[in-house]
Structure formats: structure tokens, C-alpha cells
């Protein structure tokens, strides 16, 4: 039976993408900050969250992430731009992940296909925003491209068979999106997660190191 761990298998999407998991019958594994304490705000709770770990998985997925922390949503312009709200959405989209990427070499086979997919943003392409706006998310989801990439890198050494990639998930449903979806084509996190799953368990080791949508369609950078 193959195995996948989903680290924020409490969200909206990464509860979506356990009942897909388990409805092809894979044995899933989550680990959250209500069940787990795995808090990204809090270094420490992730490395002792991985670390009781000790089997492997074919499938990784960082299904983490905010879009509004605290009472700060995504800034409509520059000029609304604060140091706190920035450092927060490193925190949590950029540094928390790159923490959990650190230590997750040892739970991945070395001689089999595997997959580590990390959620990202399509906002987070510098080379697709035609828009502005939503500076610090935008900012965090690059740094968190630049991570998975250089992450990939890395790992390809230790684990050639491995791909290592960013996703975006398309417009899902969620309590994440809710206040934002009006002017968006949206999915329910049920359909989106159908997809993902393709895309995901369709990814080789040649698309290590790239950045992919919802619907396996390369995004640049």
C-alpha cells in the first residue's frame, strides 16, 4: 500500500486531497496544528511534529499556507504595506515550509519514485503578475518558489528519483477564499482535489524543480 503524508491535512484543501487519497487507497498520514501542534510560527513544533516520523513516503504534499493573518488581509497597494503583516506571511508561507523541506530528505526513498509537492500560489509568479497588488502574499509565495526550487536541487542529489515541485491549486473553495472568489471561476475543495491528485501522481523526476497549476500546465516563474 503506498503511503502519503499531508502536512495540513486539516485545511480545506488538504482535508480534500486525504479523502482523495484515501478513496484510491493510499494510507495517509496528516500532520496539523490542532491534532499535531505543528504550528508554523513556532520552529520548534515542526521539527518535533516530523521527527516521531519514522517511515517513508512516496507522496509528500505541503498543503499549508494564509492568505489573511490576524486582521491583515492581502494589501491593495504598496502604500498599505506593513513590516508585521509582511514578516507574517514570510513566516507562514515561506519559512514555515522551507523548515518542514529541511528534514524531510529522511522520509523519502531513495531508490523509488516520489513526489514532494508543495502548494503555492499562481500570484506568487513573477513573470504572470500583470495585476499588483497583494504585496506580501505575492512576495511570500515567490521566496517559497525560490525554496521549492532550491530545494529540488538539493534533493535531487540524494534522491534522483524524486520530483520536487510547486503547485497551484486553482481557485478552491475554502474558508482561505472565501471573501475572494466572487470575480473567480472557483472549484469545491471535493473537485479540486480530483485534480490535484493527477497532477501530482502524474510528475516524474525530469519536473523536479518547477512550478505547475491545477491543471499540470508549467507556470513561470
Not at 88 to 104: E, F, R, Y
Not at 114 to 133: E, F, T, Y
Not at 181 to 200: D, F, G, T, Y
Request: glycine share 10%.
Amino acid at each position: 500500500m503506498k503511503r502519503i503524508l499531508i502536512i495540513g491535512n486539516s485545511g480545506g484543501i488538504g482535508a480534500a486531497l486525504e479523502t482523495e487519497y484515501l478513496r484510491k487507497g493510499w494510507l495517509c498520514t496528516g500532520l496539523a496544528r490542532r491534532a499535531q501542534g505543528l504550528d508554523l510560527n513556532r520552529p520548534e513544533t515542526i521539527y518535533s511534529a516530523l521527527a516521531v516520523l519514522d517511515e517513508t513516503f512516496e507522496t509528500v504534499i505541503i498543503a499549508t499556507g494564509a492568505l489573511t493573518i490576524g486582521s491583515l488581509g492581502p494589501e491593495k497597494t504598496i502604500r498599505a504595506v506593513t513590516g508585521r503583516g509582511m514578516a507574517d506571511q514570510m513566516q507562514v508561507n515561506a519559512i514555515g515550509p522551507a523548515l518542514i523541506l529541511s528534514q524531510i530528505g529522511r522520509l523519502l526513498p531513495r531508490d523509488q519514485p516520489a513526489r514532494v509537492a508543495v502548494l503555492s500560489a499562481r500570484v506568487g509568479s513573477i513573470g504572470d503578475n500583470r495585476l499588483g497588488g497583494w504585496i506580501s502574499y505575492r512576495a511570500a509565495k515567490a521566496a517559497l518558489n525560490q525554496i521549492v526550487h532550491t530545494s529540488a536541487i538539493e534533493l535531487r542529489r540524494s534522491h534522483p528519483l524524486l520530483a520536487c515541485f510547486s503547485l497551484h491549486p486553482g481557485t478552491v473553495e475554502t474558508p482561505l477564499t472565501k471573501p475572494f472568489v466572487a470575480n473567480h471561476n472557483s472549484l469545491p475543495a471535493s473537485q479540486a482535489a480530483v485534480m490535484l491528485h493527477e497532477v501530482i501522481e502524474a510528475r516524474e523526476a525530469c519536473d523536479t524543480g518547477e512550478f505547475f497549476d491545477q491543471n499540470g500546465l508549467r507556470v513561470p516563474w
